[in-house]
């Protein structure tokens, strides 16, 4: 048989489409409208405490020493801890995530966790977490990526090495990776251009802006197994990168997905769940 003389069988159907054109109950609509859904913050059970964090104040610091004995001695108070609880790791990457979950040595922007507080209570916790004295020695810091890219710029972390066109070198620097694209003449397009408009433009910082919190339960229990109750769209991804940071199996953790009330991609990796397993 050659190509000219195959003629595909297709075959139109009269049939309606059973979802598509029409307007399909939303499984969940019942739950969400009567109020018997539950959020990640709806989350209750026997024996709950609740968790506070302490964050960094400062864009770029070294953290001298963290003194949480006040922290601790305070009547209500389950659990303090601080990035020293983490796992260690030859792997730098890995370390990266892990200080970036509770810093290590350096606090790298405004509000990085520096150490969290599990209590009988919220407000408990939370004046536990103002009981923590944290010394810091401010570093210099810049407040723009430009800025961040000179030669001269403060180093964020001391050991990364820039990777250039696919290449590693011995280059410190705030530059992770840098690679080019290119398509084409790009002097002759300009050449050939009528009109070229160059401009240098600023926005500020964004987020997905959805409307509920980012909480989570966990339950470390005492054979091991992990728990985690947190509204996500990314179950697995959530369950990879706490056991990642925590340096344990993904076998030992289950993730429950609460109902989400947005996450436009922003729910998908860990923040406080590594933190929350930890004072568990």
């Known amino acids: 048989m050659t190509a000219t003389d195959y003629e595909p069988n297709i075959v139109l159907s009269t049939k309606e489409y059973e979802v598509i054109g029409t ?23 026997s024996g709950l405490l609740h968790g506070k964090t302490l964050r960094s104040p400062h864009p770029h610091a ?62 408990i916790a939370e004046e536990a977490v103002n009981l923590i004295e944290v010394d810091y020695e401010v570093l210099p810091s810049v407040l723009t990526a430009p800025e961040a890219m000179k030669d001269d710029s403060p180093l964020l972390h001391d050991d990364l090495k820039t990777a250039s066109l696919g290449e590693a070198t011995d280059k410190s620097s705030n ?38 919190p980012h909480p989570c339960t966990v339950l470390w229990n005492q054979d091991g197994r992990i728990t985690v109750w947190v509204s996500t769209q990314g179950a697995f991804a959530i369950r990879n990168g706490t056991a990642d940071v925590l340096g344990v199996p993904v076998s030992q953790i289950r993730v429950v997905p609460m109902e989400i009330g947005g996450g436009f991609g922003g729910k998908t990796v860990v923040y406080m769940e590594p933190v929350a397993a930890l004072l568990s």
């Open 23 to 45: 307007r399909p109950i939303r499984p969940d609509g019942a739950d969400k409208v009567t109020g018997r859904a539950l959020y990640g913050a709806d989350f209750q059970s």
């Open 62 to 123: 070294r953290i001298r020493s963290i003194d949480t004995s006040k922290a601790e001695a305070l009547d209500g108070v389950h659990a303090v801890i601080t990035g020293g609880d983490l796992p260690g790791s030859d792997d730098a990457s890995l370390r990266r995530r892990r200080n970036n979950i509770l810093a290590g040595d350096k606090v790298l922007y405004v509000g990085h966790a520096v150490a969290a507080v599990a209590a009988v209570s919220p407000h």
């Open 175 to 212: 530059v992770a990776d840098y690679n080019q694209y290119k398509l084409g003449d790009i002097d002759k397009g300009f050449a050939d251009a009528d009109v070229v408009v160059e401009g240098e433009y600023n926005s500020q910082t964004i987020h997905q802006g959805y409307v509920e």
